[in-house]
């Protein structure tokens, strides 16, 4: 994982150009670490850094896993496998 080293270390305002409380890929060209880990540092793949992404991959606490929102519905859960109770013989004259 790449972190800014103190003499590189441009705040998440210096990159936010356009001042939406996120930086962009685009705005993230203005530094060559930012932009090298841009990927793995845009933890919900959005195509932004926020300012709690930013900070968490500047001090190297990025390890939630990075999953893009999901665009199809949940499937429905699995029928649970309770016991089927037995069905009578019809040739049996108990019932049983």
């Given at each position: 994982?790449?972190h800014?080293?103190?003499?590189?270390?441009?705040?998440?305002p210096?990159?936010?150009?356009?001042?939406?409380?996120?930086?962009s890929?685009?705005?993230?060209?203005?530094?060559?670490?930012?932009r090298?880990?841009?990927?793995?540092a845009?933890?919900?793949a959005?195509?932004?850094?926020?300012?709690?992404?930013y900070?968490?991959?500047?001090?190297?606490?990025?390890?939630?896993p990075?999953s893009?929102?999901?665009?199809?519905?949940?499937?429905?859960?699995?029928?649970?496998r309770?016991?089927?109770?037995p069905?009578?013989?019809a040739?049996?004259?108990?019932?049983?």
């Amino acid at each position: 994982m790449t972190h800014l080293g103190p003499g590189n270390d441009r705040s998440h305002p210096e990159l936010d150009r356009n001042q939406d409380n996120r930086v962009s890929m685009v705005e993230a060209q203005a530094d060559d670490a930012v932009r090298a880990a841009f990927s793995s540092a845009d933890r919900n793949a959005d195509g932004y850094l926020s300012e709690q992404e930013y900070f968490d991959w500047r001090n190297g606490s990025n390890a939630a896993p990075r999953s893009a929102p999901s665009r199809e519905p949940a499937a429905p859960p699995a029928p649970s496998r309770q016991p089927v109770p037995p069905t009578p013989d019809a040739s049996d004259p108990t019932g049983q």
